[in-house]
């Protein structure tokens, strides 16, 4: 079902899409985004240590987490005619090749301004094993006049 | 104009030229170049994180929406940090590591924009013996508005 404002509570979940991270994908979201920190690309280099971090591996761009998170929010708010204002994000674990990944929604509070209406998401990155990789709060507007559409 | 196919994309290279944490002075402007957003850069991007909406692929769909065309997803600020800045810019500092960030979005991005980026370490410091630098950015079209606003933070390579 389509989400509305007034439909919503808190608690609902919205499921972001499944994720498949390999050496493959990482090297192209390197392509798409630009960033070829050889975190995400040199094996040699990451057996190396980063302070008290040592990480094995390559890992992915946190930001792949962000733009999996930010497809999650758009893919739910624009069918409603809502629009995706805010992501704030924070990588809690590193995510390897081998990984699926998965963000989560869950609504947490809504509330009406002056102008427009606005709800409040938690947002969860898990990993295959469960473990969290990056969590977050996303803002998205439900304008009085419906947007996207 | 700086785009993509002269991007460098050996971060080494140029990675003397770059400020460390030391150098780093909260408040002062980074370097910016603008850059001419293409469909087959959203393209690319959209591809690397799944994304399927047609308002991004498909311009006789886009035109029936609100936005009359097409747009780019609203992380295509992810692509731009690295396309609106210099090959000495320090957020290209091979160890550097994202920490989290935080963006606001006004108006979509769409292609043939003319991106410019206002952007600036806001702030740095240690915390558990890491050396941090919160970075401030705001991209804009070549009208002036507003695209998105966004603050990250970042561990620096020691």
Do not use: C, N
């Given at each position: 079902m389509t989400a509305t404002f007034d439909n919503l509570s808190a608690g609902d979940v919205i499921d972001g899409p499944k994720f498949a991270v390999s050496r493959e994908s990482i090297r192209l979201f390197c392509d798409a985004s630009l960033d070829y920190n050889p975190l995400h690309l040199d094996d040699d280099y990451m057996k190396g240590n980063f302070g008290k971090t040592n990480f094995g591996g390559i890992i992915m761009h946190g930001m792949n987490n962000f733009g999996l998170i930010s497809r999650m929010i758009t893919d739910w708010a624009c069918p409603?005619?809502?629009?995706?204002?805010?992501?704030?994000?924070?990588?809690?674990?590193?995510?390897?090749?081998?990984?699926?990944?998965?963000?989560?929604?869950?609504?947490?509070?809504?509330?009406?301004?002056?102008?427009?209406?606005?709800v409040l998401i938690d947002v969860v990155v898990k990993n295959q094993a469960g473990e969290r990789v990056a969590t977050g709060e996303a803002l998205v507007e439900f304008p009085r006049d419906l947007f996207c559409q | 104009m700086a785009q993509a196919e002269a991007f460098e994309t050996d971060f080494w290279k140029d990675a003397n030229l770059r400020k460390t944490w030391d150098d780093i002075v909260p408040g002062e402007p980074r370097k910016t170049i603008p850059y001419t957003l293409t469909r087959h850069a959203i393209e690319l991007y959209c591809r690397s994180v799944g994304e399927t909406n047609p308002i991004y692929f498909d311009e006789a769909y886009a035109k029936t929406t609100r936005y009359g065309g097409l747009i780019a997803p609203p992380s295509i600020h992810i692509l731009l940090m690295f396309s609106c800045t210099p090959a000495d810019d320090w957020m290209r500092s091979p160890g550097t590591v994202n920490a989290g960030q935080s963006w606001s979005y006004n108006i979509p991005a769409r292609p043939a924009d003319v991106i410019t980026l206002q952007a600036r370490a806001l702030d740095k410091f240690i915390k558990r013996e890491r050396l941090f630098v919160v970075h401030d950015n705001v991209f804009f079209n070549q009208k002036g508005d507003v695209i998105c606003s966004g603050r990250g933070w970042t561990i620096r390579p020691m």
């Open positions: 409603a005619g809502a629009v995706h204002r805010r992501l704030e994000t924070r990588w809690v674990k590193p995510v390897r090749p081998g990984d699926t990944i998965q963000p989560t929604g869950i609504i947490k509070a809504k509330q009406s301004t002056e102008k427009s209406r606005w | -």
